[in-house]
């Protein structure tokens, strides 16, 4: 049977800088020879981007924040059955633009929804199907405002406006406590510094991943003798004649 692909995902508060990351790291990995799928959520198909823009209007200011995550795990599910799970069963290298610890920062922690019902849904959308890599970026909510105000187009502005400063912050602090919890699979890469030395961190970290895993599955392919038949061929070779 063919090895499931892998899973990583980059996540962080609006503006920390995963659109720049994402570009970069993607060009790094084609020149080493891989051919990363991208996707992103809320999105990454028809059905979710449609979603996504629900979501994401200015418009609709009065839905709830339970309302937001039912919509966030329905675009998921789509997501996963259209797009993950198949590419994955392919071997294939994924790469998601957020995924579901998005939803316990967002809605569990900045929207104070809580863990248990985002644990609930996650449970019944995801299942085992969790990232294989998380990278948070981090950054303060003033830095990343910062920033915002310095792109053209003003929506991240408006978007920080709306949303505030203290919501990133419990954002934020949701992601610190995943990677708390999770230092094996999410690893946080402060972005209060150039892009290229952000870059040459993730680098470092996904080249590590991708070495132990390729000799993790090399140890795989080893065929494995029995310990009766290693014993049997340590008592021949004993045997005096």
Request: proline fraction near 5%; hydrophobic fraction near 35%; charge should be positive.
């Amino acid at each position: 049977m063919k090895k499931r692909g892998i899973f990583i995902t980059l996540e962080g508060i609006d503006g920390a800088g995963k659109s720049t990351q994402l570009r970069l790291l993607v060009s790094w990995l084609r020149r080493r020879g891989y051919r990363p799928r991208i996707t992103r959520e809320p999105g990454g198909t028809r059905i979710g981007e449609q979603i996504r823009n629900l979501l994401l209007a200015s418009a609709n200011r009065k839905l709830t924040p339970m309302a937001e995550l039912l919509l966030m795990y329905a675009a998921r599910h789509q997501h996963l059955e259209e797009v993950l799970r198949p590419a994955l069963a392919r071997g294939e290298l994924v790469i998601s633009d957020r995924f579901n610890d998005a939803s316990l920062a967002y809605q569990g922690f900045g929207r104070g929804l809580g863990e248990h019902p985002v644990r609930l849904l996650d449970e019944l959308v995801c299942g085992s199907l969790q990232p294989d890599l998380t990278l948070i970026l981090d950054v303060s909510p003033k830095v990343a405002l910062h920033r915002a105000n310095r792109r053209p187009g003003g929506t991240d502005r408006r978007r920080f406006e709306n949303i505030g400063l203290r919501f990133q912050e419990r954002v934020r602090k949701g992601y610190h406590e995943i990677a708390r919890r999770e230092p094996w699979r999410v690893k946080v890469i402060p972005t209060d510094r150039p892009a290229r030395e952000v870059q040459t961190e993730i680098r470092e970290i996904l080249n590590s991943f991708l070495l132990e895993r390729s000799a993790l599955k090399d140890s795989s392919r080893r065929p494995q003798r029995s310990k009766s038949e290693g014993g049997r061929k340590r008592l021949a070779g004993n045997t005096s004649r």
